[in-house]
């Protein structure tokens, strides 16, 4: 497949994503897609939409705005930042940067691999005293290295 249709594919999920348009969203993913991120692995297009849904609910104003992505043969590497307000969180506001990679395959989605920081949603979403503080001496810990 050609540059422009990859990038047609990625901009059409992203726009479908930020109108909350799951069935337009899932329509671009292969029926036995799979989705790789830190919360775990979700297979085939109803578990997709299952993650997604919870998603949604999640988090209030939930976007995903591009900062760019680079196409090469049937993959694709996009950078984004997320932003939203969680619901859990006490109604705080997130911003994650991360990136996609996606693998395609006759024109769908076959896979895609999310990766972001979960310690920076941590430190965000923190509440109270106490989670801020782990949090911290977490995050404090791992910039001074493991070493």
Known sequence: M??????????????AFNKKDLTR?????????????????FR???????????????YSELTLTEKGFIVEGNKAVLEFVSEGTSYR????????????????????VQQVHDYYDRLLIAQQLAN??????????????MGKGLG
């Open 44 to 58: 085939g297009k109803e578990e997709i939409k299952g993650y997604y849904t919870w998603s949604f609910s999640n």
């Open 89 to 108: 969180g006490g109604g705080k506001k997130q911003q994650l940067p991360g990136m996609a990679v996606f693998e395609f395959r006759n024109g769908k």
């Open 25 to 41: 969203m899932i329509s671009f993913f292969a029926d036995d897609a799979t989705f790789i991120r830190p919360e775990g692995t």
């Open 128 to 141: 109270g005293w106490l989670e801020k503080k782990i949090v911290n001496a977490v995050a404090n810990r």
């Open 2 to 15: 050609e540059f422009g249709g990859l990038e047609s594919i990625i901009h059409n999920i992203l726009e």
